[in-house]
Structure formats: C-alpha cells, structure tokens
C-alpha cells in the first residue's frame, strides 16, 4: 500500500495549560510522585492538561492542497508544528515523506547585527538548504526580495516590511517534496503580496501536496483542493473549501435572528444547478425549496423572501433582490419551489447567498433561512468592485498600423 | 431545529442543507467519528541505543552539518563584530586566568621562601587556554536552547546543532588563544619535545568532555531556567577545584589523588606535563613532595579515566539530549 505524502491518522495531541514546573525546586515532589503512582496512562488527562487536537486524520495527495480553516486556537497551528515534527503526537501517527518546505516564520533565524547576505546563508541553512544551493539561488532570492540595495546592511536597520520580504524571498526559493503554509500571505505591501501570493501559487502547482493555515479565506479558497474546519481541536466539516469556509463563516456569525413564527414557513434547501465555482460574469443558478404553512391570507400578502448577496470577508451586503421586487407573489400554503439566477459581475472571491423571509407588515425579518457559499474566479483581470464584461479591439484605421499592433489586436480577439 | 436533512440529502454533494447555517458539531460531523478520549495508546518502543546513535549522527548531524556551521560562524562573527576588544577578546580570559594564578603562585613562593619559575608560568598559561575554552563553551552551550527559542519552538532541525555549534565557536575563539600560547612558551624557557603530540588526543578527549557537558547542560536550562545560574556559580569556583592555579602534587600524595578525580585535571594536568615536563603520558611520573616522600604525579590511568570520563559524558549526554529531544518545542 503507497501512502500518501502527507498523513494524519487518528491524531490526539495533549498541551499542559499553564506553567510547568519551571525550576529545579519544583521537579522533585513532581518526580517523587511519579516514582510512587508510576506514568500516567498518555490517553489520560491529568490536572491542566487539555486536547489541542482530537482525533484528526487526513492526508494530502500530490496535486492536492489541504486548507486548514477554524477559529483561533482551534488547533490549526499544532496540526504544522506536527506536520514539520517540531511536535510529536500524543497518540496517533503523523507522517510526512521528503523535504519539508515550511513557509512558516520565515525570518525566525535573522540575527539582527547580521548583514541581509549573511542571514540568507543562515537562513536558508536553518531550512535545511545547502550552501551550494543558496550560493547557486543568491541572486534570485535577493532579486525577488526586491531590496537588492540594501543586501550588505545589518538587518537591525531594516523595516519589519524589508525583514518579512527578505525572509519569504528565502522561503520561496525551497524545492520541496511537501509545501506548508501558516499565515505568511500577509506579507510586505499591496505589490509584494500580489508577488508572494503569485510564487505560493506557482509553488503549489508543482504537483506537490500542499497544507496551508489561514484567516484569509479567499486565499484558501483560491489555493484549495480540499479543506478541514477545525474548531477546538476537532475535525468539525472536511469537503471542498467553499463549504467549509461557509461553515466556518456560519459558525461565527451571532445568530441573531431569531425564527420567530418558524412555524408558518419554511426554506428547507436551497440547491445549487450551476456550479460552485463559477468564473466572473457567470451566472449561478440555485433553487430553494420549501413549506408554508399557518399562514393567513392577508400575512401571505406582507410576506416576501429575499435573496441576499454578500462579500464572506468582510460580509458587505453587495446586493438585494426579493420576489415581491420581482413581482412574484409569496407561494400559497404547501410546499413550494423557486429558482433563481445571478450573474455574478463581481471580482474573484467568496460570496454568500442568504435566503430569507421578510414580514413587510412587522418590518423584520421572520424566517432566516439557508445559505450558501459560491465561489467566483478570475475571468479576466481587471480592478475595482464589479466586472463590466469589457469589450476591447482595436478598429481598422488606427493612426499606428504597424505589425506590431495587429498581432495585440490578434491577442484580444483570441483573449 | 425545525429542519431536520435525511441522510440521503446529505450524500448528494451540491446539495446544501441548512443545518449548515447552524453548525451543531455533533450534527455537521458527517464522516468523521469523534471520541471523548483517544484509543489506549501503547508508546513505542524505543529504539537500541546503537541505533538511537546512528539515527543521530548520520541522519541528523551530517544532514545538517552546513547549519552547525552556519550558526558556528554566527556566534563568532556576532562576537567579533561591534566589539571593541576584537580578537583581542580570544586571548583576554586566559590571559587574565594567568595572571591572577602568577598572583597566587608569588604569594605562595614568598610564603615558603622560594621563587616562581617561569616553567610554572608556562604551565599555567597551556592550562588556563583549555579551561577558558571549557568556561566558554558551557556557558554559551547552557544557553544555547533557551537563546534561540524562536527556532527551537518555530522550525524543525535537530537541536543538538545548537549546543554544537556553540562549543565549535568557542574551538575557534581558543585556537587563536592556542597560537598566541604557543608563540609565547618557548619565551617562557620551555622548549618542545616529541611529547607534545600529546596535545592532540588530550584536545579531542577535552572537546567531547566539554560538548558532553554543553548537551546536558543546555537540555537541562530549557526544562529549568535556574540551571543557568547554578551553572555561572560553578563555573566561576570550579577553577578553585581544578588544577589550573597550582598542580596536584602542591596537595600531597593523598591530596593529589584527590584531585585528579575532577575529569578535566587529568587533561589540564596531562597537557602540562607532556609539554612543560616532556613527559611521555604512557609512563607514570613520580615527585618528591615539600616534605620528601614520593608523590605520583601521573599514572596512565589518569589518562584512562580522562577517555572513560569523556566518552561517558559524551554519549549520555548526546542520548539524554535526543530523548528529550522531543519535547523542547513544548515546554520552551
């Protein structure tokens, strides 16, 4: 049986809460226990200690890329730090094969009276690069960190921007057999993001398995083949990273609607006829389906469901539609169906889509329904805040009628 | 909730039910099985020594040789850079150990009357180089672990590069004390025989003693922190118990015996004598004491114990680090 890359077998990971005995004063009425009671059993929790993880597995294919999503200290961190085995499971087994690129705290090994040359060579040591390589990688490393001027100065003098950029310029030119990824995408300024996200992507590509933490949720759904959500050590949903962003989002949102008169109607499902992951301008199809019920006919009269479009990060409401907007009544007692299409002309992210039932007559919302999450990718590029499905080519008659200007206008019509 | 999903909804995977939006744990589940505590665990059996030994010397240190150099060649750059002393700074401590054992050997030659050879101050500056280095390296090596916490708890390579490379950079602060010491005995009217060879083996026997000892020590400072104090305290009386100021026999036939059994005086005591006395170290040597009986000042079996001392403090101490090894990230 080939194992996968990256496993994780019935995991259980128990930290102490608290101070350890931390001086030598301590250890003994410690130890003298100990002799006396013999080791505790490890499946045991002792006073103060907690499962950081429970019962986690999961394994990561080449190709694939794990996101680990959850709320902080839901055991996110714990689950790298057994990957890169700084940590070793309690119970359970945890294996990784080949040469761990960890883009993790990537200027941890920095001596700040060290020059930026210098630190590259620790640096790249300390993550297991050999020095030939780094001699071989310097100036792409230097040139991709974007600082090559300052290459000879202390890093003492740098920028915490200037120090970040140099370090993951580090991490980024690893050649590793397993890719791991803990929250180094918020790196630098706007335009050295754009870079490091692009090399993590480049990186990922590589058919190699890849784990990546983050809080920034597009970034995972981007990246992502697949993803867990973590929440107190648990494995709470696993399955495609739309749904276990939606989860996530979900269980962190204070229910604050409450379903006064639940009973009168009902949006059970709401399902999805195009795909999850749509490209930008695409249109999304889903259907909700439901009950009414116990309504009157003059409550039948105020009562409309709405459609509800919103940024995931962020939660920006983008847009609103209902049926009483679209001059469809609100469906008669009995169950009912009803379909509805977007077209999403907005940027690459993470949307939700909120079904619910509004009593116009009360002015509050009386059933919250089901929501989902799509996914919107990148189509075309462009910037701003919605996607206008642009239109370019140059006419005949341009005043430049070079080959040179033909053969970009034979690259729009293609593109 | 009001809208309970049979498990036939939840296989058709685009379809999404709405208990999602609540996130009950124990309904979102699906696949997985959660239990309240894990199986009974049975801890692995731990490896044979021998092979515990080859795991670590072959897979971790000479994987990561380049980085026990890089971090040597750290320490040393950070100590000779924006210093004032410079290299000065490699021969300061044994130069000053010297000193102050010039100091206490005049006293005690002016108690009894007689005069301070310079041989003897020879003897002192080739004894006060090894215990510096010694000094040195304990003290960055306990230090070692906890100085560098954000690698011990943030990247993965095997820890014992840490207390190494401490202890290499100190071989290369003492080796320029070494040339200096070496440059200054012929001045001192002690010329070098065949026996100073011996200077080698000592030197090696001295090197794993000492790294044996950083290991322990900076394994124990990352448990308890205090270690690091009981070690400064130590250190700074040890040389009132090694034979660094003075020589055993000073001591008498018992107190020389006595004395030997410090695991660093057989080295100190052994470099002494095979370069100031020419004495060949396979050969016992026996004084005549202040009081005229026979005092032995050396057997080969000093030398013996010196080896046995060193590669017992050597291998307990790779082994105990490994084992804890483990655990450092978690209680650092």
Known sequence: ?415 | MAHTQTQADEDESDEFDSRLTGLDPSESVGAVDIAESPPHAVEEPRASLLEQLREIVVEELWTYRELTIQLALRDIRIRYKQAAMGFAWAILMPALVVAAGALVRYAMAYLSGGDVETSAIAGMAIKALPWAFFVGAIGFGTNSLTGNLALVTKIYFPREVLPLSATLAQVFDSTLGALAVAVIVPFLGVSYGWTALWTLPLVLILFMFTLGTALLLGCANLFFRDVKYIVQVLLRFGIFFTPVFFEPEMFGAMGAKVMMLNPLSPILEGLRLAIVEHHDLLDPLVVRGADGGAILAWTPWYLAYGVIAAVVLLLGGVLIFHRFERTFAEYA
């Open chain 1, 1 to 415: 049986m080939t194992r996968a890359p990256i496993e994780f077998r019935q995991v259980w990971k128990k930290f102490h809460r608290g101070e350890l005995h931390d001086s030598l004063r301590d250890l003994i009425p410690e130890a003298t226990r100990r002799l006396l009671r013999g080791r505790p059993p490890l499946e045991q929790l002792e006073r103060d200690e907690f499962w950081a993880l429970r019962d986690v597995s999961f394994q990561v294919t080449p190709g694939e890329a794990l996101g680990i999503i959850g709320p902080n200290g839901a055991g996110k961190t714990t689950i790298l730090k057994l990957l890169t085995k700084i940590l070793r499971p309690t119970v359970g087994e945890c294996s990784v094969r080949g040469r761990v690129g960890a883009l993790i705290e990537v200027a941890a090994g920095f001596h700040p009276d060290l020059t930026g040359r210098e630190n590259v060579f620790l640096q790249g040591a300390i993550m297991g690069m050999r020095q030939a390589e780094i001699e071989a990688k310097f100036d792409q490393i230097v040139d991709f960190s974007g600082i090559p001027q300052f290459i000879d100065t202390q890093v003492k003098r740098y920028s915490s921007g200037m120090n970040a950029r140099l370090g993951f310029a580090i991490a980024a030119h690893l050649d590793p057999d397993v890719l791991l990824i803990d929250e180094v995408l918020a790196v630098g300024d706007y335009n050295f993001q754009r870079k490091a996200f692009g090399r993590i992507e480049e990186m990922a590509r590589r058919n190699i398995p890849v784990v990546i933490v983050s809080h920034q949720l597009e970034r995972i759904a981007a990246l992502c083949t697949k993803a867990i959500l973590l929440d107190a050590g648990r494995v709470v949903k696993r399955g495609e990273p739309a749904d276990c962003i939606a989860a996530y989002i979900a269980g962190q949102e204070v229910s604050t609607t409450e379903n006064e008169g639940a009973d009168a109607e009902l949006a059970r499902t709401v399902r999805l006829d195009s795909s999850r992951a749509i490209l930008s301008g695409d249109r999304v199809r889903l259907r909700v389906a439901g009950t009414v019920d116990g309504l009157r006919p003059d409550e039948v009269a105020d009562r409309q469901i709405m459609f509800t479009v919103r940024e995931l990060q962020g939660g920006n409401v983008l847009f609103q539609t209902g049926t009483q907007r679209n001059d469809i009544e609100f469906p008669p007692s009995g169950p009912f169906e009803i379909a509805l299409s977007l077209q999403m002309n907005v940027p690459a992210g993470m949307y939700g889509i909120d079904t619910t039932v509004w009593d116009g007559h009360r002015m509050k919302t009386s059933f919250q329904g089901p929501s989902l999450t799509i996914q919107v990718k990148e189509s075309i590029p462009f910037r701003g805040s919605v996607q206008l499905n642009p239109e370019l080519r140059i006419e005949a008659g341009s005043p430049v009628s070079s080959a040179e200007s033909a053969a970009d206008a034979g690259d729009l019509a293609e593109g």
